[in-house]
């Protein structure tokens, strides 16, 4: 259920942002990054997980945990295939930031 009202949301959120976009108050710009962040992260295979962590944040196991804030036993079972879980809902939108913009926009 909070998943389909999520759902919901985002799209009434684009849809207001289009028509904003359409009546000039808001940029063209600005209603692509609406787009962005309202979209559901792609789905990321244990394979996909250690090649963001390993080409994209160059990090350890432990230090990539500490990043997305979450255990590194956590990361250990995304890399893992025998694991069968898979990161979801923050955690997966972490990781489309970092692999769209790299590690460097989490560093605040």
């Known amino acids: ?43 990321y295979t244990p394979e996909r997980v250690a090649q963001i962590r390993i080409k994209k944040a160059k990090m350890s196991q432990s ?16 890399e893992s295939p025998a694991s069968g879980k898979h990161p979801g809902g923050a955690a997966a939108k972490l990781l489309q930031i970092i692999e769209t913009k790299g590690i460097e926009v989490l560093a605040v």
């Open 1 to 43: 259920m909070a998943a389909r009202k999520s759902d919901r949301v985002s799209a009434e959120m684009v849809e207001m942002a289009f028509l904003l976009s359409k009546h000039e108050v808001l940029s063209a710009h600005d209603l692509e990054r609406i787009k962005a962040l309202s979209s559901p992260p792609p789905a």
């Open 63 to 78: 230090v990539f945990a500490g990043m997305l804030n979450v255990t590194t036993s956590t990361v250990q079972k995304w």
